[in-house]
């Protein structure tokens, strides 16, 4: 490796922003002869002659004011290469984005978007436009942010939603388990304006005392290690008391929690301000860091409309979303209408075996075989375990652990957490000022070279709302 590039590899590891990383990564895709990747419209992956056509007849359209074939052109042409453009193969050669037809093609079809919504289009009512536009939003999804559990690796989701947050690309439907949860939950019960001043000022003087170990006498008479107390202030401390309708209402963003069960009958929950408006955001985080072994389960507990807390479901307890759904995507999509999902992964039992997911090459062929096996037989041996052993002391044990190895830790877009054997040292560890600056900077680091994907693979779905808004002013406006 020659000089220049070692000089640019360490400016890449030492960028303290966004632009300064972008800035140095195109100079090392410059170096690479990647520059000249993106330029070319070739590919493997998609159709260029159709997609080049296809931005020439859009612009020739909008600007001939021609909207209603226009509409038509752009509908057929969105749904004829969107499975094309999401691939993600397209984000894995150069750093610095993927090839420049793409964006240049999300730039006309975003601008016919806006034309087509702020003018009439003949033989169409602006209401029946509305109900296109609004039928086209339903049909194309939006993203969701789900952030893992980790214990204290999972403070880095802190630093992956800052990243998002800056480059005006972090989703209104965010879910979290365990750690992920209290970052969610501190996330969903601020205002765009509180999260600004967070962001900016406010991170480094977090509450950051979440765990405190049980004397040896209380760990004996109570059964767990750790004193789920001080867990619950450190929730309090850095999210407030709020419902999840509450949070909803102040935040515009969707809240979501994972949360298992302790009876084998009872199923896992996703709550949000749908399904659990009434519930307490606090006592669902605690309930979502709930380990076995570490905390004791979690009864949650409800508002209501006077003020007065009440148990939720009085008869039940709960404990680590992780168990039986860190990654909640199928309830997600059926409630949310999700169609991409964002994954900051940071569970210690996970980030070992994704770490091939970026490389490439016979190497990273050789861990992703190793990893499937090992994923696929941990999981088939538990499940004959809990079979072989059901109705002993061992079942809910097992099935625990079966429901942990048989779930999959990945989204279609993956922010992991970078595996280093010495920072399982602290994974179960309060963070001094330094090492909460660290997890930060480590989150924000990892998410960096997922922003041109995410910006590229969520574009429309986030122009939708824009555009919905416009027409819905026009006809308030008296448009016809």
């Known amino acids: 490796m020659s000089r220049q590039k070692q000089l640019l590899n360490q400016a890449l590891a030492q960028a303290a922003t966004y632009q300064e990383w972008l800035s140095v990564a195109q100079a090392l895709d410059e170096y690479d002869g990647l520059m000249d990747w993106r330029s070319s419209d070739a590919s493997a992956f998609f159709h260029e002659k159709l997609i080049r056509d296809h931005i020439q007849q859009m612009q020739a359209l909008r600007q001939s004011n021609d909207f209603e074939n226009l509409a038509v052109?752009?509908?057929?042409?969105?749904?004829?290469?969107?499975?094309?453009?999401?691939?993600?193969?397209?984000?894995?050669?150069?750093?610095?984005?993927?090839?420049?037809?793409?964006?240049?093609?999300?730039?006309?079809?975003?601008?016919v978007m806006r034309t087509l919504s702020e003018q009439s289009i003949p033989n169409?009512?602006?209401?029946?436009?509305?109900?296109?536009?609004?039928?086209?939003?339903r049909i194309y999804g939006r993203p969701a942010l789900m952030l893992s559990g980790g214990a204290a690796f999972g403070i880095y989701h802190l630093g992956v939603t800052k990243a998002l947050w800056e480059a005006n690309l972090l989703p209104t439907v965010l879910a979290g388990s365990s750690m992920g949860a209290i970052v969610a939950a501190a996330v969903c019960n601020r205002s765009d304006a509180e999260l600004d001043v967070f962001y900016a000022e406010k991170m480094e003087s977090i509450h950051r005392q979440a765990l405190r170990w049980r004397s040896p006498k209380a760990m004996w008479q109570k059964g767990t290690f750790m004193d789920e107390r001080q867990v619950f202030d450190h929730i309090i401390a850095n999210v407030g008391s709020t419902?999840?309708?509450?949070?909803?209402?102040?935040?515009?963003?969707?809240?979501?929690?994972?949360?298992?069960?302790?009876?084998?009958?009872?199923?896992?929950?996703?709550?949000?301000?749908?399904?659990?408006?009434?519930?307490?955001?606090?006592?669902?985080?605690?309930?979502?860091?709930?380990?076995?072994?570490?905390?004791?389960?979690?009864?949650?507990?409800?508002?209501?409309?006077?003020?007065?807390?009440?148990?939720?479901?009085?008869?039940?307890?709960?404990?680590?979303?992780?168990?039986?759904?860190?990654l909640p995507r199928e309830r997600l999509a059926r409630l949310h209408n999700v169609n991409q999902t964002i994954v900051s992964q940071a569970n210690p039992h996970v980030i070992p075996f994704i770490t091939h997911k970026k490389q490439r090459g016979i190497r990273a062929v050789g861990k992703h075989v190793v990893s499937s096996l090992i994923h696929t037989s941990s999981a088939e041996l538990l499940d004959i375990g809990r079979h072989v052993l059901q109705k002993t002391p061992l079942s809910p044990l097992l099935t625990q652990a079966h429901a942990?190895?048989?779930?999959?830790?990945?989204?279609?877009?993956?922010?992991?957490?970078?595996?280093?054997?010495?920072?399982?040292?602290?994974?179960?560890?309060?963070?001094?000022?330094?090492?909460?600056?660290?997890?930060?900077?480590?989150?924000?680091?990892?998410?960096?070279?997922?922003?041109?994907?995410?910006k590229d693979l969520t574009r429309i779905s986030r122009v939708f709302p824009e555009c919905v808004a416009v027409i819905k002013e026009r006809i308030a406006a008296g448009v016809t």
Request: hydrophobic fraction near 40%; glycine fraction near 6%; aromatic fraction near 10%.
């Open 124 to 137: 169409m009512s602006e209401q029946h436009k509305l109900a296109l536009f609004e039928q086209a939003e």
């Open 73 to 111: 052109l752009l509908q057929e042409s969105v749904y004829r290469h969107l499975g094309e453009l999401n691939n993600p193969e397209l984000y894995q050669y150069a750093r610095s984005g993927t090839k420049h037809i793409v964006t240049e093609y999300l730039d006309e079809v975003e601008q």
């Open 404 to 454: 942990v190895a048989s779930q999959s830790y990945l989204g279609d877009i993956n922010i992991q957490f970078p595996f280093s054997p010495k920072a399982y040292l602290k994974v179960i560890a309060n963070p001094n000022a330094a090492g909460l600056a660290n997890y930060i900077r480590l989150g924000e680091q990892a998410t960096w070279p997922q922003i041109a994907m995410i």
């Open 243 to 326: 419902t999840f309708g509450e949070a909803y209402k102040r935040s515009g963003r969707v809240l979501n929690i994972s949360v298992s069960p302790t009876r084998t009958h009872q199923k896992p929950r996703v709550l949000n301000y749908l399904t659990a408006p009434d519930v307490l955001v606090e006592y669902a985080a605690q309930a979502s860091c709930a380990i076995p072994a570490i905390f004791p389960p979690v009864a949650l507990q409800a508002k209501r409309s006077n003020g007065q807390q009440v148990p939720y479901m009085s008869t039940e307890t709960w404990i680590d979303g992780t168990v039986h759904g860190d």
